[in-house]
């Protein structure tokens, strides 16, 4: 398996944390996810080993009595889910040197999040976007399937735009069943593009998840004197003493984070802050179940 | 209020004033690009920032041009000339000393220079004390102070340009010395002039109350003039050169000169390097007609000598802003050579041990400046030397004389020539009682040995400079003389026996030293005086200037006249008559340059030429202003804050620390 993005500490120490869908799920096959049929279908599914987290009464106590090992009971309210990773690709993503390349951080942290996926039972897609481009490989589950995951990761390279209403649109193509989408991008276009694709989403009755990866030059804008600023997706170019506009550009970074939190909590979608000097195992731990 | 600037140079420095300009421009031009995702933030951020980073980026250009500015400044070395309203402080004595040289005519220097002497007059406190003089003299006599505005006025409308060369600090001292009797307790003096170079000894005026008022503006000012005109002779034609400089940092180029003489009129295009002369030489053909009064030696000459049918030649370049000498004047001589005999009598193989070393040296570097021609000779040849073709002989402790050689030099001296008879060991008293009993200044009596300082006559006779230098003069030993009746003793030792007796012998003199030419006796030739005193023989009246015609304006000039003349006239060029003594002949007021005529019995004699001085033309600045050492004068009447500058230094470093300041709170 290809692990160039894929950190497998990070990976490992994540290994007992679970991505649930807060929303019940149609999933046919057993998983984590609360069935949207719960009552309807109780009929056993299959054992599966003690994890942290299981409900003690699911414990099959007869088999620990016979085995000596602890097994908890499926049944077919529990289902598993596929995951929609949507990597922005866009030009404004390469900025950055070696891991701290926003895309390269976007990757990794998609990377592990996928594997973790898999590893709990769910099917994943992932896929990018740049412009009004969308390329996705349909989600599968199996361990196995994290390859051609990882090489379609890999294969990103930064260029284009960055729009969110249109690849979603095609995605939601390929995810027609219930699925839960990941976002990761730094979101450097419209707020009302935002808006609308959230709406989008929340409409399609898909739980979102935004990762919005930011550089920490973006957030803390650390230049000194006067330099010429060339912006990597517009071109359009400016000349600032970066000392007399730091204030105010912090304060204007500070003011879209805060915005886009709000309209993430507006759709019921989770926004996670990801700063590329963050570890990626922070950000993942702040969606995953406890 | 005057304000002016030390070193005027360093304000080209204010140029640079553009830099921190050019700095920042450079700076916002050629910036490092940087890609960057958020431009959208920053350009929105930067309509906040735009009017305070403008307002720090003036602040900061503002702190520097001026910091740059005061630096410059300090350089400059500004001066600050304050005058105090009339009235105000307590009465003063002010010398002010207009400089009426002929170069303050170049341009409007010498009206600014009358302006500004008025001012000073109006400025003075009431019941103060002033001198308003010329820098060159006139007929003025002795500086004396004087009160009340209007007589200063009255002093300062009687100055006009002078036609002279200068001497500044000789005339500043006699200011400075003129005050000192003046009441009074703040005296000084303003020296009000174009600093030229040409008239200062030094550049490095060391006088405390000195103030001195630039009024020439310009650093350097350009000026081309006449230097020169000499003739030689030929037999055919008169060969006339003219000698042109240029005083400016610029070639001159094809410049017209042009040159009138026996009403022929020729002229030439001169190209004339800067700080160069060039020589012209005009050929003139004519044939010699003596048409004035000749002399003996001239009538000596070849009479196909081709001296022109014309006497008088002008020449002249056109005017610039210094007219008065682009036009010169010069008259045919009738005796161009000037011949000195120097008579060694202890000569020597090692030259500097011969008893007229210093003499021939002396009589060489005079030569230079009159053309003469020097000759010397020893013991024996003298005594079959005609002296005829002299105008003035040496005898240097010359032992043997005979009767010929004796009336060969009494006749010499009656023809007009002039014998100075140095003493020393080998000069037997009796033989030259004897033998030069009627030419001889004093009798000879015997040597006397003991230091003796010279003691000056109660008239001087020579320059004061040199009067005031000739106590360096110590005589070792001397030979006692007593001065023959009508003899006038020139110089005298301390005791009362004389160093220097002169007497009259037929039309020309006989001057007597009583101690030798050389070191044996006396430091004499090695004093600063001995050549000013040598040259003084020769400007002595009727010592070798018959046949001249051309002199600087302020020479004494001798006046060729003939023994039953009872009546001597010299018209200036303006037509102005001047009657003159006739014993000794000499005319004193050529003040003005061009031809003047000499008249005898009411019928015109001979001309003579007078021209400006040549080194005046040379305008050239002085290279160092002058310094002054106490600029703390009592209030009253001039202020000079010569330390000006230090104010500009302090706020040049306020101004640095402030600009620091401003940086860090900006960032």
């Given amino acids: ?290 | 209020m005057n304000f002016s600037f030390l070193n005027p140079l360093f304000l080209i420095g204010i140029s640079a004033v553009a830099l921190p300009l050019i700095a920042h421009l450079i700076s916002r031009k050629s910036g490092v690009v940087k890609k960057f995702p958020a431009v959208r933030f920053i350009i929105a951020s930067q309509g906040d920032a735009s009017a305070r980073s403008r307002l720090k980026d003036l602040l900061l250009l503002l702190l520097r041009a001026c910091v740059i500015v005061l630096l410059v400044l300090v350089f400059a070395k500004p001066a600050l000339f304050s005058f105090a309203p009339a009235g105000s402080g307590g009465p003063k004595a002010l010398g002010i000393i207009v400089d009426n040289s002929f170069s303050m005519g170049y341009g409007d220097n010498f009206e600014r220079a009358r302006e500004k002497a008025s001012e000073l007059i109006e400025t003075l406190p009431d019941g103060s004390f002033g001198i308003v003089a010329p820098l060159v003299a006139g007929e003025e006599g002795r500086l004396s102070p004087t009160s009340g505005k209007e007589a200063l006025r009255d002093q300062l409308s009687e100055i006009t340009i002078s036609n002279t060369f200068t001497e500044n600090e000789a005339r500043l001292e006699e200011a400075f010395s003129a005050l000192d009797g003046a009441p009074g307790q703040t005296k000084e003096v303003v020296f009000i002039t174009d600093l030229r170079k040409n008239g200062w000894q030094n550049e490095k005026i060391e006088r405390d109350r000195l103030t001195i008022i630039d009024v020439s503006g310009e650093a350097a000012q350009a000026n081309s003039a006449v230097t020169g005109i000499d003739a030689s002779y030929g037999k055919d034609a008169v060969t006339l050169g003219l000698s042109v400089s240029n005083f400016s940092d610029r070639p001159e180029e094809s410049l017209l000169a042009s040159l009138s003489a026996g009403g022929e009129e020729l002229s030439a295009y001169l190209d004339i390097p800067p700080g160069g002369t060039v020589l012209n030489e005009f050929a003139i053909p004519g044939e010699y007609i003596s048409g004035d009064k000749t002399s003996d030696k001239a009538q000596d000459r070849p009479s196909d000598d081709a001296r022109g049918t014309f006497r008088e030649v002008t020449a002249g370049i056109p005017r610039d802003r210094l007219a008065v000498d682009d036009t010169r004047y010069f008259v045919l001589s009738d005796s161009d050579d000037f011949d000195v005999l120097i008579v060694d009598g202890d000569p020597r193989e090692d030259a500097r041990l011969s008893e007229t070393y210093y003499l021939a040296r002396a009589a060489e570097t005079i030569s230079e400046i009159s053309g003469a021609h020097i000759t010397v000779e020893d013991n024996d040849r003298f005594l079959g030397e005609k002296l005829s073709g002299y105008d003035l002989v040496f005898l240097a402790n010359v032992g043997d004389i005979t009767e010929g050689s004796a009336k060969e030099l009494g006749e010499f001296a009656a023809r007009g020539g002039t014998a100075v008879i140095f003493l020393g060991e080998r000069v037997r008293a009796s033989s030259y009682n004897a033998l030069l009993k009627d030419l001889l200044p004093a009798e000879l009596i015997t040597e006397v040995e003991g230091e003796a300082k010279i003691v000056p006559a109660p008239e001087p006779v020579f320059p004061k400079q040199i009067g005031e230098r000739l106590s360096q003069v110590g005589v070792r030993k001397h030979i006692k003389a007593v001065p023959s009746p009508g003899a006038e003793v020139l110089l005298g030792l301390e005791g009362g026996d004389p160093f220097m007796i002169k007497k009259s012998f037929g039309k020309g003199s006989v001057f007597l030293v009583t101690s030798t030419a050389d070191t044996s006796w006396n430091n004499f030739s090695i004093t600063t005086v001995f050549l000013p005193v040598v040259k003084g023989f020769l400007d002595m009246p009727g010592v070798a200037n018959e046949g001249r015609r051309n002199f600087l304006i302020g020479d004494a000039i001798p006046i060729d006249a003939s023994d039953e003349a009872d009546r001597i006239e010299v018209r200036n060029p303006a037509g102005k008559r001047y009657v003159i003594e006739t014993s000794p002949a000499l005319f004193d007021k050529a003040y003005e340059p061009g031809i003047y005529t000499v008249r005898e019995g009411g019928k015109d004699s001979y001309k003579f030429a007078v021209n400006v001085d040549p080194r005046e033309s040379n305008l050239e600045k002085l290279g160092i202003a002058p310094e002054k050492p106490d600029a703390d004068i009592t209030p009253g009447l001039v202020k000079v804050y010569r330390d000006i500058w230090r104010y500009f230094l302090w706020g040049a470093v306020m101004l640095f620390i402030s600009e620091a300041v401003a940086r860090a709170v900006f960032s």
């Fill in chain 1, 1 to 290: 398996m290809a692990n160039g993005i894929l950190d497998m500490e990070t990976a490992s120490r994540l290994r007992r944390f679970y991505f649930r869908s807060p929303s019940r799920v149609r999933g046919r096959k057993a998983g984590i996810h609360k069935s949207l049929y719960k009552g309807i279908s109780p009929d056993f599914l299959e054992y599966k080993e003690y994890n942290r987290g299981d409900e003690l009464r699911q414990v099959d106590w007869r088999l620990y009595g016979r085995h000596d090992r602890l097994y908890v009971k499926k049944f077919e309210d529990e289902v598993n889910l596929a995951w929609c990773i949507l990597v922005d690709s866009s030009a404004s993503m390469g900025y950055g040197e070696g891991g701290s390349q926003k895309l390269r951080y976007a990757e990794s942290l998609a990377a592990t999040l996928a594997y973790l996926l898999l590893r709990q039972g769910d099917s994943v897609g992932a896929g990018a976007f740049s412009g009004m481009e969308l390329s996705i490989i349909p989600p599968r589950a199996g361990n196995s399937y994290m390859t051609p995951i990882l090489e379609k990761l890999e294969s990103l390279t930064p260029s284009g735009g960055t729009t969110l209403t249109e690849p979603l649109l095609k995605a939601l193509e390929v995810f027609k069943q219930d699925a839960s989408f990941i976002i990761l991008s730094d979101l450097l276009t419209d707020e009302s593009e935002i808006e609308k694709s959230l709406q989008l989403l929340k409409a399609a009755k898909k739980d979102t998840v935004i990762f919005h990866v930011l550089h920490e030059d973006e957030i803390d804008f650390g230049f000194r004197g006067p330099l010429e600023f060339l912006d990597m997706e517009s071109e359009e170019k400016v000349i600032v003493d970066t000392d007399a506009v730091r204030d105010g550009y912090r304060k204007r970074i500070r003011e879209f984070t805060g915005k886009l939190k709000l309209l993430c909590h507006e759709y019921e979608s989770r926004y996670v802050l990801s700063p590329t000097s963050r570890p990626v195992e922070e950000s993942l731990i702040e969606i995953a179940d406890k």
